[in-house]
């Protein structure tokens, strides 16, 4: 069956510190995929998505993502966190081709300490 | 470009009565809109693909009668909440795919509804 996975409910880190947040996917070939971003309250906002080429994907707000095939993941990343990263983080997995739904993960509650 | 606008941004309605969400995708033609919920503290989770012209595909344990979708134009998926209760009470966000290379899916801001 189709599933995303982030493993990790809730993370704290410092301010400063580098963040990994882990997801992993199982689809039938490689879907395209997505890392989002929610404030309390808030709608969502895309900070990067691949589709192929370049497995490192750059995004906004210093952050970044690594497909790795072989481990079926797409972690983000960022090397310094500030206060305001303090969100929601989902990942997200959409099937190629036209039209296909996209599916969510649990999501990743990032708390940021002083 | 590419933005969906999604109304009302919060709604509070008595328990029994019907609710209409609107999402609209403003600059881009959309066949094919999506609809999710999510209770607090919780993911999003897909309720139904909304396909303009026909019926809406449900995910499973959504009920069709209670949760009537319709998507009768390029730009306009409604989700109608009928005989709402509190436990349908939670935000509900749309989403759209435009048209061409780039991919990506643009979600509306959601709608918060609480059921009293």
């Known amino acids: 069956a189709q599933s995303v996975t982030q493993p990790d409910i809730h993370i704290t880190v410092s301010e400063g510190a580098s963040l990994e947040l882990r997801c992993n996917y199982s689809?039938?070939?490689?879907?395209?995929l997505f890392w989002y971003v929610q404030s309390p309250g808030q709608g969502l906002q895309l900070l990067l998505k691949?589709?192929?080429?370049?497995?490192l994907v750059q995004g906004i707000k210093g952050f970044e993502a690594e497909f790795k095939r072989s481990q079926s993941s797409f972690n983000l990343r960022k090397p310094s966190v500030h206060w305001s990263d303090a969100a929601e983080y989902f990942c997200?997995?959409?099937?190629?081709?036209?039209?296909?739904?996209?599916?969510f993960g649990a999501g990743t509650r990032l708390t940021v300490k002083p | 470009g590419a933005v969906v606008s999604q109304h009302p941004s919060w709604v509070i309605c008595k328990s029994g009565t019907s609710v209409k969400i609107e999402c609209r995708s403003l600059?881009?033609?959309?066949?094919?809109m999506f609809w999710y919920r999510q209770f607090p503290k919780q993911s999003l989770m897909l309720m139904a693909t909304?396909?303009?012209?026909?019926?809406?595909?449900?995910e499973q344990g959504v009920e069709k009668d209670k949760f009537l979708i319709n998507h009768a134009s390029l730009t306009l998926s409604t989700l109608t909440v009928t005989s709402a209760h509190p436990e349908d009470s939670s935000f509900y966000i749309c989403?759209?795919?435009?048209?061409?290379?780039?991919?990506?899916?643009?979600f509306g801001s959601g709608t918060r509804l609480t059921v009293v």
């Open positions: 600059d881009f033609q959309a066949t094919t």
């Open positions: 689809y039938g070939a490689t879907p395209y």
């Open positions: 909304s396909n303009e012209g026909s019926k809406a595909t449900y």
């Open positions: 989403s759209a795919r435009p048209p061409g290379g780039d991919y990506g899916y643009t």
């Open positions: 997200a997995v959409a099937s190629r081709g036209n039209n296909n739904d996209m599916r």
């Open positions: 691949y589709f192929s080429g370049d497995t």
